[in-house]
């Protein structure tokens, strides 16, 4: 039996060439699912805040944890912790 090593290895690239396109698709639906599943929640935990089902205390907490840059998205939604500047010299 004689074997064609060229067809095989074209074959082979146009196999992991649709694997690798068939990958990407599946991480690109994934992060589109994982966004959308963020601003539904998100949504809705600023929709029980404005209406009174979650306390601010709760925004507060998790906003503690964010980093700057995205604590500052928040400052108009909650009072956050001002610093304590007592005994600084002036």
Known sequence: M????????QR???LESKLAAT????????????SR???ILGGTLLAAL???SVSADTL???VCRMS?????????EI??????FEGAVQ
């Open 2 to 9: 004689v074997v064609d090593l060229t067809k095989l290895a």
């Open 12 to 14: 082979r690239a146009a």
């Open 23 to 34: 990958t990407m698709t599946l991480r690109e639906a994934e992060r589109r699912l994982d």
């Open 37 to 39: 599943r963020k601003v």
């Open 50 to 52: 404005r209406d009174g």
């Open 60 to 62: 507060t907490l998790l």
């Open 68 to 76: 700057e840059r995205d604590r500052a998205l928040f400052v108009d």
């Open 79 to 84: 009072a956050l912790p001002k610093p304590d």
